[in-house]
């Protein structure tokens, strides 16, 4: 046959319809997530310096097996105590101590009933965090213990920061300051997760989510208050500054409750609470709630359907232009060639005054918020290098001397107390002309009879296991591996999932270790990319400059499908968007 000019055209215009007809009927491929910044984070380096990553991990095991130690001997030890007081539960209980050397704690003190729940409930919790079971450690039940800050005497059925009113006035909080009194319950829904056949856990989850609905209902939008009185059921006004981010708390434990127990009013509660705190036209972030109102804000749309814009939170959580609490947020500076960027407290008392437990507690809803909105992706990557990287400045081995007030006395630590904050300027007497960035503490000013050594924070080294469950260096500096899931609580089934930032300024190839034992591919989330398929315990991954991907372990040669926006693998969620 003689090819002409009529004969080629035609068959070649015939092809270009059957290529054009299968494309039609193919579904377009994913497009990579867009990535929108936090401003703040935005100004911090890429690679902060000195540069070292701790092994929080192995800090967080050493913590819990030398502060639940009851035969540990030395001035200020051991730190755990029993209370036989049995407050609220006929049992027994136990205290640690908020810091080292606290005159007013202890079995010798107060009749030993006074403890903090922000202590020994965040230590339970880190622990368990690490793999350690609380529940059967050395014969106690450490677990079951803290069902005795459950506040039935008082009426108030919440998990409360003390057993009883007889000691509360000793310390900060308790039924007078709002964040006090709701952030516990949080910890121990936390906790609560790990151990849920717990005698007892459930009706206490129930109770404090019945509370804490019927408190929303009641506030009906506005928490412009100073704290709920949840045995009178209403709000009060003090001296302290109102504190609407106590709506982030609600909505977050609210819809845990729903996960949990699939009961509609929980959610309802859960939205309710949240558009009240979106609602707010100003900047109310008070101690450590806000963050956790991002984290609700994106599983909510992400599980739920709903469209809330919550960037706003987000920005309040770091901006450190709080109206409430002047200068609460994210610090974003370098004290005399230490980046201090990244740590959390307030960015304007004495020039910056930080908090290890603000700090640690921060990465709790920010990290598993990317699984949920992986526009974040990128940000919180490089917000959550910052924060790892200066969180050593608070630990005295880690530290120099000359910017520590007590080099001479950190072996009361046994290397795993750190100070409570990191500081600009001195706020203690006695030490001056100290060049920042200053390792600190406040003990010495809660009680006239605390030690210096009380600057050492029992209390904010115990949420160590926050950043030990979701923080795992690799072999390149500068690119971390998140757990996306660790605390990522009454989450739905799911594939391991780790956020991995690349800082530098070109493209960088990073060992990559499975958390699954059997092969898997790599799906990168963010660029809705398979990146490495049958990998059998490491890949190498490459990681595009001053970016990020989310990977999640899929087992080998599964399809993905899309499903309602979602996308499944074996009807597992594996992204949202």
């Given at each position: ?110 009749q030993g009933m006074f403890h903090e729940s922000l202590n020994t409930i965040s230590s339970v919790l880190g622990a368990s965090l690490v793999g ?446």
């Open positions: 046959m003689k090819w002409n000019n009529t004969i080629l055209p035609a068959i070649a215009g015939t092809f270009l319809f059957l290529a054009t007809s299968c494309k039609k009927d193919e579904k377009a491929a994913p497009k990579s997530v867009a990535q929108k910044p936090i401003a703040r984070v935005d100004s911090m380096p890429y690679m902060p310096k000195p540069y070292e990553i701790l092994d929080f991990k192995d800090l967080a095991l050493s913590y819990d097996r030398i502060v639940y130690d009851s035969t540990q001997t030395g001035e200020y030890w051991p730190l755990v105590w029993k209370d036989g007081s049995k407050k609220n539960f006929d049992q027994e209980t136990f205290g640690i101590y908020t810091a080292l050397g606290d005159a007013r704690q202890g079995p010798e003190n107060n350690i079971d609380k529940s059967d450690q050395n014969g106690e039940d450490y677990v079951g213990m803290l069902k005795n800050y459950f506040n039935s005497e008082t009426g108030w059925d919440i998990i409360m920061n003390n057993t009883c009113p007889e000691v509360a006035l000793l310390g900060g909080g308790y039924g007078r300051d709002w964040w006090y009194d709701v952030y516990p319950n949080l910890l121990f829904y936390g906790v609560a997760d790990f151990y849920p056949q717990h005698p007892d856990f459930e009706r206490l989850q129930k109770s404090i989510a019945d509370r804490f609905y019927e408190a929303d209902s009641i506030l009906a939008g506005n928490y412009g208050h100073t704290f709920f009185d949840y045995g009178e059921m209403e709000p009060k006004d003090n001296w302290i500054c109102h504190q609407e981010d106590a709506a982030a708390g609600h909505a977050y434990v609210l819809y845990a409750a729903y996960q949990k127990f699939k009961e509609p009013k929980y959610l309802d509660g859960a939205k309710s609470a949240l558009e009240a705190l979106l609602s707010l036209e100003e900047n109310r972030f008070y101690e450590i709630l806000m963050p956790f109102g991002a984290y609700t804000a994106a599983r909510l749309n992400a599980e739920q359907g709903t469209n809330y814009d919550y960037h706003k939170v987000l920005d309040w959580t770091f901006n450190g232009d709080s109206v409430c609490r002047e200068g609460w947020g994210v610090l974003l500076d370098n004290w005399n060639g230490y980046d201090v960027s990244g740590l959390v407290g307030s960015t304007v008392d004495h020039g910056g005054f930080a908090f290890l437990m603000n700090t640690y507690d921060t990465m709790w809803p920010l990290v598993p918020m990317v699984r949920y909105d992986t526009r974040y992706a990128s940000t919180i990557g490089k917000w959550m290098l910052n924060a790892a990287n200066a969180s050593k400045f608070f630990y005295p081995y880690e530290m120099a001397d000359d910017h520590q007030t007590l080099p001479n006395k950190k072996e009361h630590t046994k290397g795993v107390i750190a100070y409570e904050g990191l500081i600009k300027n001195v706020h203690l007497e006695g030490y001056p002309n100290m060049e920042a960035p200053i390792a600190i503490g406040d003990g010495p000013h809660w009680n006239p009879k605390n030690p210096d050594v009380s600057q050492f924070s029992v209390y904010g080294s115990g949420h160590v296991g926050i950043a030990g469950a979701i923080i795992e260096s690799t072999d390149l500096p500068g690119i971390l591996k998140l757990d996306c899931l660790a605390t990522d609580f009454y989450k739905n089934e799911s594939y391991p999932t780790f956020l991995m930032y690349n800082p530098h300024q070109e493209s960088k190839t990073v060992t990559y270790l499975c958390q699954s034992k059997q092969k898997v591919d790599l799906y990168d989330i963010v660029s809705h990319q398979m990146v490495a398929q049958g990998v059998d315990m490491k890949a190498n991954i490459e990681i595009p400059a001053d970016q990020a991907r989310v990977l999640v372990e899929i087992p080998s040669g599964s399809t993905i499908k899309e499903v309602e926006g979602k996308y499944l693998v074996n009807d597992v969620v594996i992204a949202f968007m």
